[in-house]
């Protein structure tokens, strides 16, 4: 893809989404100091914790290949949280990335417990090379859940990413429940096992999906101003789709 963001079209985009945070009476910030973020999310009632892949002292994020969202209330209490990172894969690929824990870990060597492990089966994962966003930590306070702030929150973080990084790919991690309840916004695919992930000192067992969209289709998605529907996976099914309708959270890196 070409490396050529339209400012303008990315600033619209900011901007009705923005709008939309304000007219339900959350104002959004961005930081990208990391040691913060955790120390907010750590205090932030009923939500969980930050996996390593956006704890500095497990997995440092440089400047410039990172960054963090925050939405107050009117009394300014945190009311949403979301993180994402870039990842360099221009040597590897996002399945490789996974498996070799170097994805929640700098150093798994040094981190990473003997019984810890990611088995990647999702077919695509293995294609994601080059600059791989990865989104995740999202987190929305219930009294602002089924208002659409995933939606809102799905439009400000691609706009940002796309601003940023110019990303060859933009993904995620997340619970088949929240893909099945339509709580996903923002991706145009979807695949099973993505992340088989064990993590023992971080007493961390996930079985999460990976959703992705390309950066041709992240750029056209902010072109249209519009995140589109999201992903709705068939109870029985357990192949790759993907759109639908509800309304919600995400988990994993994408937790309630």
Same mark, same amino acid.
């Given at each position: 893809?070409? /490396?050529?963001? /339209?400012?303008?079209?990315?600033?619209?985009?900011?901007?009705? #989404?923005?709008?939309?945070?304000?007219?339900? @009476?959350?104002?959004?910030?961005?930081?990208?100091?990391?040691?913060?973020?955790?120390?907010?999310?750590?205090?932030?009632?009923?939500?969980?914790?930050?996996?390593?892949?956006?704890?500095?002292?497990?997995?440092?994020?440089?400047?410039?290949?990172?960054?963090?969202?925050?939405?107050?209330?009117?009394?300014?209490?945190?009311?949403?949280?979301?993180?994402?990172?870039?990842?360099?894969?221009?040597?590897? /690929?996002?399945?490789?990335?996974?498996?070799?824990?170097?994805?929640?870990?700098?150093?798994?060597?040094?981190?990473? #417990?003997?019984?810890?492990?990611?088995?990647?089966?999702?077919?695509?994962?293995?294609?994601?090379?080059?600059?791989?966003?990865? #989104?995740?930590?999202?987190?929305?306070?219930?009294?602002?859940?089924?208002?659409?702030?995933?939606?809102?929150?799905?439009?400000?973080?691609?706009?940002?990413?796309?601003?940023?990084?110019?990303?060859?790919?933009?993904?995620?991690?997340?619970?088949?429940?929240?893909?099945?309840?339509?709580?996903?916004?923002?991706?145009?695919?979807?695949?099973?096992?993505?992340?088989?992930?064990?993590?023992?000192?971080? /007493?961390?067992?996930?079985?999460?999906?990976?959703?992705?969209?390309?950066?041709?289709?992240?750029?056209?998605?902010?072109?249209?101003?519009?995140?589109?529907?999201?992903?709705?996976?068939?109870?029985?099914?357990?192949?790759?789709?993907?759109? @639908?309708?509800?309304?919600?959270?995400?988990?994993?890196?994408? @937790?309630?």
């Amino acid at each position: 893809m070409t /490396n050529v963001v /339209n400012p303008l079209q990315v600033s619209r985009f900011l901007q009705i #989404h923005d709008d939309a945070a304000a007219q339900k @009476g959350i104002k959004l910030s961005i930081g990208f100091d990391f040691h913060k973020y955790v120390s907010i999310a750590r205090i932030t009632p009923t939500k969980g914790p930050t996996y390593p892949i956006f704890r500095p002292d497990r997995s440092p994020i440089k400047s410039g290949d990172g960054y963090w969202i925050i939405g107050v209330d009117k009394n300014k209490d945190v009311a949403l949280l979301e993180a994402a990172r870039l990842f360099d894969l221009s040597h590897s /690929n996002f399945a490789a990335h996974l498996q070799s824990l170097k994805a929640f870990y700098a150093d798994p060597t040094v981190h990473a #417990h003997p019984q810890d492990r990611c088995t990647c089966r999702a077919p695509t994962a293995k294609k994601m090379t080059g600059k791989v966003a990865y #989104h995740g930590d999202r987190w929305v306070r219930r009294d602002f859940r089924g208002q659409g702030v995933p939606k809102i929150m799905a439009g400000i973080s691609r706009g940002v990413s796309l601003a940023m990084w110019a990303p060859d790919f933009l993904c995620g991690l997340a619970a088949r429940r929240l893909l099945e309840k339509g709580s996903v916004y923002g991706y145009a695919h979807y695949e099973a096992e993505g992340s088989i992930l064990q993590l023992i000192e971080e /007493n961390i067992v996930d079985d999460d999906w990976l959703v992705w969209l390309t950066g041709e289709e992240l750029r056209g998605l902010v072109d249209r101003r519009d995140i589109g529907a999201p992903i709705v996976v068939p109870s029985f099914s357990a192949a790759s789709g993907g759109s @639908g309708e509800p309304d919600g959270a995400l988990s994993h890196e994408f @937790g309630a």
